[in-house]
């Protein structure tokens, strides 16, 4: 089951009567319909309630006092997980956006962790004027076409074993030499006819030094000399960005989500491998989990304090009245 239900976005939700809120004002929502990383699949969930010979008036009453999990569980045919995330208040029906509520304006930085043995893992984002930050687009996606390569699908799938997942076939190596980066990450840049401020790279990569003909150089000044300028990225540290993360993630759950109670961070719907890692990855499987990479470029883009910049000298501007 497992295979199936980790990362599955929800696409449809309907209120759940059995769960009020602790503030009192309206419900839970459950899921009706989920899409697993699977898009040949899909989940429908059929409730209690909806079913004429389940007996709800009388499970309501079995289940009066029960703890949430239980509920959900034998209500709501949910499956609650024994496995903690690192990112609790992370939920598809309010981090993840479809790419029309995406802003079209705002100040656009991608960020890569350049992985050793395996594909890149990149992702773009977007901060609007009110400092909210959206992770537009992701590097590889899951199921759109590489350039020469094809779809490779998921970057990591659900293990049986494992906290963190199973390497996908998208980490499977193209490769690629600089060359091949710099022009899909040009390609589509340009098809969406967008600008990227900044850059940034995993510090440590950046700054690793090769021998070349001409001598001593690192990846950053490679990079540089093809015309992809990178900044080093700060959070070699695992740990380093994951409260800021949850800081961004955060809002108040007993209120509406609204402009004056709402998160700061939002994930495009297109960006699978995100929504999976925000949704499954533990840390247990430390430097070697097969969810790292996504991670570590979203602890990157927290760290890097990116923000709203505007006019030709691109310096950040406050935002409207203090408020985000």
Known sequence: MASVLNGAVTTESTPAELLPKTSGDGFEMVPLIQQPIN???????????????????????????????????????????????????????????????????????????????????????????????????????????????????????????????DPGEAQKSFGWGLNEYKEEFDRVEKEAGEVVIERYMDSRYAASATLQKSGITTLLEECDDIGLHFLPASGENIEEGIDLINNLLSYDIDKEVSSTNEPRLFISSDCINMIYA???????????????????????AVLA??????????RPQSHPSGCY
């Open 305 to 314: 304090d990116l923000q709203y910049l505007e006019g030709d000298i691109l």
């Open 39 to 165: 898009r040949n699949a899909g989940i429908v969930y059929f409730h209690t309630i909806d079913n004429p010979y389940g007996n709800y008036p009388s499970l309501k009453v079995i289940l009066e006092n029960k703890n949430r999990e239980t509920i959900l569980c034998r209500a709501y045919g949910v499956a609650t997980k024994s496995r903690v995330s690192r990112f609790p208040r992370f939920r598809n029906d309010v981090h993840v956006v479809t790419a029309d509520k995406i802003p079209t304006q705002g100040s656009n930085f991608q960020i890569v962790d350049p992985c050793s043995g395996r594909n890149w893992f990149a992702i773009w984002v977007r901060v609007d004027v009110r400092g909210r930050l959206f992770v537009y687009r992701e590097w590889p996606p899951v199921d759109r076409y590489i350039t020469g390569v094809g779809v490779v699908g998921p970057w990591a799938t659900p293990s049986a074993n494992k906290s963190d997942g």
């Open 278 to 300: 925000l949704q499954e990855w533990t840390g247990a499987d430390g430097r070697k989990g097969a969810l790292k990479d996504v991670i570590d470029v979203l602890r990157y």
